[in-house]
């Protein structure tokens, strides 16, 4: 029952989730979102398959564009995340 | 099929996908302190990096230039959209970042049905779980994806205005219940359309998806720009619900955990977001607001108003000892953060305690103001969150709002009904001295007045957030 198990996962990581999200400071909720929202990029391996096994043409350009969007979804919310984060990081120099 | 590794066991593949999952989790957790939470920032993405990775290694890609050509293209646009956006355009390219992750998530599920059904023939194919979750991920994704471009537009400043028109509750409910009823066929397969709807290229869900790209928009559309942050918030949860909904359909566990981890982020901070402004999440998606805006208006304020110059608050400043400053989305929009922070370190190095009391909804997404000073280098020790900072009004000497109105609103606090009845506010007038940076008197989103405005501690700073506060800064200079 491979729905039942996928259904374990989604509860227990809603559980784990819940708990570390709570913990995150309101001072870090933007870079918080993108980069959740990176992670939500994890859809790009998905695309990946379909993109590079779809057996036909029209499989492959879904595919071709499910990866373009995604990969802009994982690459753009990683560096604007760290792009931020830099910024709160580091510590006045006076 | 085979790939680069496919000839290991599936373990592998399997444990692979535990150990990203573990890196997710483990940089979410280090984003719960701003020391940390860069590297937090980087392990989520090895984690990514290791998924992405052993997933093209493993798999027979029998178009690998299809492939890396969209990894190159897809990699290049986010690159150039995170490097050359400006930080006070950062909620839309969230939004829009958003928004990509749906529609992919949307399209992958459409081309896994496609490939079931291809393969087996509508009567072959099954599972009912696989579809099921396969018209979730689509409408989940496709809802992400336009209402992200909606909300992405409107942040940028393309329709400012709440679009409301008469029907509108209907409407969306009618939107929503073709959703449901062609998802029905897509699930269901009733015999008699089932043959046509269901053919090789499974055209009900792409039905499904042009119903709920409409739908997307049609909920977003409505909402006004100080709702922003719920919105962004719920579109972020969505785009992780989509991805993990489409794990399901893969049959894939790191989408699932990661996909969810990302729902219940969004869900939390949506959450946040609906109780800093005392609203459920119907009442905003709805657009409970807008309905209770007050006729007479200017007439609290008439002859009760003391405005003053940058050189009087420069005064203030020199013999106060502790300093609040209150950010609104003021602050972004005239791009004052930097002024502020100069401000702010001046007053630092002249040994007045200054903090930065940030409501929850100001600005147009969860943590907008703290990204926008943290870029203007105020360190984020300064900066405190509504129930810290409330106790302390009270041994404040002055208080500068700059940019908000709704959040610093005593109505709030009254029996009376207005839109922001209920709502916790910033407390401001418990100091000595209020000083409110605004254009005008205008009204805040909540479109009622604000009688803090009239105190008798209370000074108005008419001005452009940006020019008084360099004007402030600069007068604060000259008096030292």
């Given amino acids: 029952m491979a729905f039942v198990e996928n259904l374990t996962l989604f509860v227990l990581a809603a559980f784990v989730g819940y708990e570390i999200i709570t913990k995150i400071p309101a001072t870090l909720h933007t870079p918080l979102i993108s980069g959740a929202n990176a992670i939500s990029g994890i859809t790009l391996i998905g695309s990946v398959l379909v993109a590079g096994s779809g057996s036909t043409t029209l499989a492959t350009v879904l595919g071709f564009v499910a990866v373009v969007m995604a990969t802009i979804n994982v690459v753009g919310g990683y560096l604007v995340s760290h792009f931020m984060l830099r910024r709160f990081g580091r510590r006045r120099e006076d | ?480």
């Fill in chain 2, 1 to 480: 099929m085979a790939g680069l590794l496919g000839g290991l066991p599936d373990a592998v593949l399997s444990v692979a996908y535990l150990v990203a999952a573990t890196l997710f989790i483990l940089g979410l957790r280090e984003m719960t302190h701003p020391r940390t939470a860069m590297r937090g920032n980087l392990i989520s993405a090895a984690g990514m990096l290791l998924a992405v990775g052993i997933t093209v290694l493993w798999f027979e890609i029998l178009s690998p230039l299809v492939l890396f050509a969209a990894l190159l293209v897809g990699a290049a646009i986010g690159t150039w959209l995170a490097t050359s956006v400006e930080t006070t355009q950062m909620p839309q390219l969230v939004g829009l970042f958003n928004g990509f992750g749906g529609g992919a998530s949307a399209l992958v599920a459409g081309a896994e049905l496609i490939d079931l059904f291809g393969a087996g023939g509508a009567a072959k194919v099954a599972a009912y779980d696989v579809t099921g979750a396969a018209a979730v991920a689509g409408v989940v994704g496709a809802v992400t994806f336009t209402g992200s471009l909606v909300a992405a537009g409107k942040l940028h400043g393309y329709v400012e205005a709440p679009i409301r028109y008469p029907g509108e509750q209907t409407v969306k409910a009618g939107v929503l219940l073709v959703c449901v009823a062609v998802a029905a066929v897509l699930v269901g397969r009733p015999a008699g359309v089932a043959g046509a709807l269901t053919a090789d290229w499974v055209p009900a869900y792409w039905g499904l998806l042009v119903a709920a790209s409409v739908l997307g928009v049609l909920l977003v559309v409505p909402i006004g720009g100080a709702d922003m942050p719920v919105v962004i918030a719920l579109l972020n949860s969505l785009s992780g619900l989509a991805a993990a909904t489409t794990g399901f359909v893969l049959d894939n566990s790191v989408l699932i955990i990661a996909g969810t981890l990302v729902g219940a982020s969004g869900m939390i901070l949506t959450t946040i977001m609906c109780r800093a402004m005392n609203r459920s999440l119907r009442n905003v998606l709805v657009g409970g607001l807008g309905d209770t805006r007050a006729g007479d208006v200017a007439d609290i304020y008439e002859g009760n108003i003391m405005s003053t110059s940058p050189e009087e608050v420069a005064m203030l400043l020199e013999t106060a000892r502790r300093v609040v400053i209150v950010p609104g989305y003021g602050m972004a929009v005239g791009q004052a953060q930097h002024a502020v922070a100069e401000l702010a370190a001046m007053l630092g190095e002249a040994g007045v305690e200054v903090a930065f009391g940030i409501h929850p909804v100001a600005g147009r997404m969860p943590g907008h103001m703290n990204v926008l000073l943290a870029e203007a280098d105020v360190p984020y020790e300064q900066m405190e969150e509504l129930e810290a900072v409330n106790p302390t009004f009270a041994d404040t000497d002055v208080v500068i709002v700059t940019g908000a109105n709704d959040v610093v609103n005593p109505t709030a606090l009254s029996d009376e009904p207005s839109p922001i009845q209920g709502m916790p506010i910033l407390r401001v007038w418990e100091a000595d001295v209020v000083v409110i940076n605004k254009r005008s008197l205008s009204h805040g989103y909540a479109g009622i007045p604000n009688p803090l405005f009239t105190y008798d501690n209370t000074y108005m700073l008419f001005g452009d957030a940006r020019e008084s506060m360099q004007a402030l800064a600069n007068e604060y200079k000259a008096t030292r």
